[in-house]
């Protein structure tokens, strides 16, 4: 499926395209991909996150490299905030 969309630092799943297949779970090496009503309350935000961006950002196809500082962002609370400096879900 085309439901993956990169953008400078991180993926977004367009959840129009998304299947429900999981097929990605086991894939994500930080365990980052959830479904939708596994979601904990407190990430919710994330699901207008990623109808956003994947709107803006380009489908990728092909399993790519991870940045060179992805480990740095392993365990970080609060990411999204931090690199974008907006507060999630606005």
Same mark, same amino acid.
């Given at each position: 499926?085309?439901?993956? #969309?990169?953008?400078? !630092?991180? *993926?977004?799943? /367009?959840?129009?395209?998304?299947? /429900?297949?999981? @097929?990605? &779970? ?12 596994? *979601?904990?309350?407190?990430?919710? #935000?994330? @699901?207008?996150? !990623?109808? +956003?961006?994947?709107? @803006? ?5 092909? +399993?790519?490299?991870?940045?060179? /500082? ?5 365990? &970080?609370? !609060? +990411? ?11």
């Amino acid at each position: 499926m085309d439901c993956f #969309h990169e953008g400078e !630092n991180m *993926l977004v799943i /367009d959840p129009e395209e998304c299947i /429900d297949c999981t @097929l990605c &779970v086991p894939e994500c090496p930080v365990d980052a991909i959830v479904a939708d009503d596994e *979601l904990p309350r407190d990430l919710q #935000h994330f @699901l207008a996150i !990623n109808a +956003k961006h994947s709107a @803006l950002w380009p489908v990728i196809t092909e +399993k790519g490299d991870p940045p060179p /500082d992805a480990d740095d962002w392993i365990g &970080v609370e !609060n +990411k999204y905030a931090t690199q974008f400096s907006e507060e999630p879900g606005r």
